[in-house]
């Protein structure tokens, strides 16, 4: 089996995720088994990953696995439907808040929280409070309608133990909060009680994850060919790959550059997520980077004695290769196009700027921007682009609007992509972008923009922190259409790169040189353990 590690996911989620999706498809489609894997705990897991077409036998979540609870027919749950053993309640809505006040005369029962985005108002967690008011534990529900978690509160309204129940009500994994001797409030160790009746005790939930991880190995264990891990989110695996029970083919994954700065990936120090699996890249089977840069750059810099193999994180769809191309002339003049977390590294105030500038000889020029607002640092992202506007004058020139879904449809609208990132794995929206028939317009950043645009043919790539030399290719290209339509046809030609049969090609390098891999099993004593006396 190929597992593909990850820690959740969400309504909305990141380039990994969406990598992860695209290359879901790809194995679909070639029918080669895989499963996405979860550590995180997420009840609503199944539901958003339904929505993207991944089916249950396709997911293995690790609290699900314990619970077994991987594959549960949904029922929906109302407040009408819980049992507080008490007749004649009163349910008070407050619709603003989603949920119910629970009440039994003048006596307060329970809050019922319910799914805000869900029509049905299915129950999403339950408050339960003593008679005297105060909170003792808090019921979480599976959106697929199951009591899943509960979460009991200490008299100074701490979590303190926490306990996921199978579909019976029995308590599998249970988790304990306390202060240590420093007087910080943290897990104190987890336990687990498997369906067999055996009992684990893990100092830390990566004991617990190394745990599921030898599970899995053990339930797909085949003697002719390895299981496959692949690891997405490295700081989920990198440790526990290199201490499985048993033989696996384990694989680090770059998505992003292993270098601290990606302008300096030979000498800086190195990003923090790979460091760990880098120093211990010996020990790994395999390394994919995204782009051949980096494929190159990893051999150059650290001489693994592991297999590096190149394979891009984003597949263009056949049906989007044969899609027939919209033309420049179709499309909104003057149009730059950005869909990407507006975060602090994604730097579009630059973007905003590189558009203020322009706009001095591109009266028509405009900005539109599609992503989710990361607040960190006081909201330092959002604030550095409102600046740009506010000094540019362009209230009337930039948008910056919410999470889109319909990607492709707003990339064949616009003209220009627009990209100046401190550092990429890839880039999937440029990607995407130009498979659009997009023209691009990145820094020379590592990795993958710099590649994805080939510079001069399906758009430029200008000077690492080039603001000006950015607008002058927005000037240069918005007041030449026969130079942007020419560009646009080498992007829709360029993207064939990144087509499901060359991918597939890619892929299935790895994949044979994991079935080549010897396996070798001894297994464990388990015969004479324990005391042997009659008894």
């Known amino acids: 089996m190929i597992f593909f590690i990850n820690s959740s996911f969400n309504k909305k989620n990141s380039g990994i995720e969406h990598a992860q999706l695209k290359r879901a498809g790809l194995f679909r489609d070639n029918n080669e088994p895989f499963k996405l894997v979860f550590r995180d705990w997420n009840p609503r897991i199944h539901d958003f990953l339904h929505d993207v077409g991944v089916t249950d036998a396709e997911t293995l979540n690790m609290f699900d696995y314990f619970q077994g609870t991987e594959t549960v027919p949904t029922k929906i749950l109302h407040v009408e439907d819980l049992d507080f053993g008490l007749t004649d309640l009163s349910f008070l809505k407050e619709s603003n808040n989603h949920r119910y006040i629970v009440t039994h005369g003048d006596q307060f029962i329970s809050r019922v929280n319910y799914y805000g985005d869900d029509d049905a108002e299915r129950i999403s967690s339950v408050e339960q ?86 599970r899995l190995n053990e339930d797909y264990w085949n003697e002719d060919e390895p299981n496959v891990f692949i690891m997405d989110r490295t700081h989920l695996a990198d440790w526990h790959l290199l201490n499985l029970d048993r033989q696996a083919y384990t694989v680090l994954h770059l998505h992003n550059s292993h270098a601290g700065d990606a302008q300096d990936p030979m000498h800086s120090v190195m990003n923090n997520f790979y ?138 609208q616009a003209q220009i992509y627009g990209l100046a990132s401190i550092m990429e794995g890839f880039n999937l929206s440029l990607m995407e972008a130009i498979s659009n028939g997009m023209v691009g317009v990145t820094y020379d950043v590592n990795y993958g923009p710099n590649e994805l645009i080939v510079d001069g043919e399906n758009g430029y790539v200008v000077p690492y922190e080039g603001i000006q030399a950015m607008a002058d290719k927005f000037v240069e290209l918005f007041s030449n259409p026969d130079e942007l339509q020419a560009m646009s046809t080498r992007s829709y030609e360029l993207a064939e790169r990144y087509s499901e049969k060359n991918v597939w090609r890619a892929w299935q390098r790895l994949l044979v040189d994991a079935k080549k891999k010897h396996l070798e099993y001894v297994e464990n004593i388990d015969h004479g353990l324990g005391d042997q006396r009659k008894k």
Request: glycine share 6%.
């Open 275 to 412: 460091e760990y699996g880098l120093t211990n890249a010996n020990h790994y089977d395999a390394i994919i980077s995204a782009t051949k840069k980096q494929t190159n750059d990893v051999r150059r810099r650290f001489k693994p004695k592991s297999k590096l193999f190149t394979i891009p994180v984003g597949v263009v769809p056949n049906e989007l290769l044969e899609r027939e191309r919209v033309p420049m002339a179709d499309r909104v003049a003057g149009k730059v196009l950005v869909t990407a977390r507006v975060a602090p590294e994604k730097r579009i105030d630059h973007i905003v700027e590189a558009v203020g500038i322009a706009k001095q000889q591109v009266p028509n020029i405009s900005l539109d921007v599609y992503g989710y607002i990361d607040h960190r640092d006081n909201d330092q992202a959002i604030k550095s682009i409102n600046k740009m506007i506010e000094k540019y004058h362009l209230q009337d020139s930039v948008t910056i609007n919410e999470y889109a879904d319909n990607v492709g449809e707003l990339q064949r």
């Open 129 to 214: 409070f003593d008679g005297f008011g105060n909170l003792y534990r808090v019921d979480n529900y599976d959106f697929r309608g199951f009591k899943t978690l509960s979460q009991w509160y200490t008299p100074d309204n701490k979590i303190g133990t926490e306990v996921w129940y199978d579909l019976d009500g029995r308590p599998v994994i249970e988790t304990f909060n306390r202060y240590d001797g420093r007087g910080q409030y943290i897990k104190t160790g987890w336990r687990l009680t498997e369906t067999s009746g055996a009992v684990y005790s893990f100092a830390n939930i990566e004991e617990l994850t190394l745990h599921f991880y030898n």
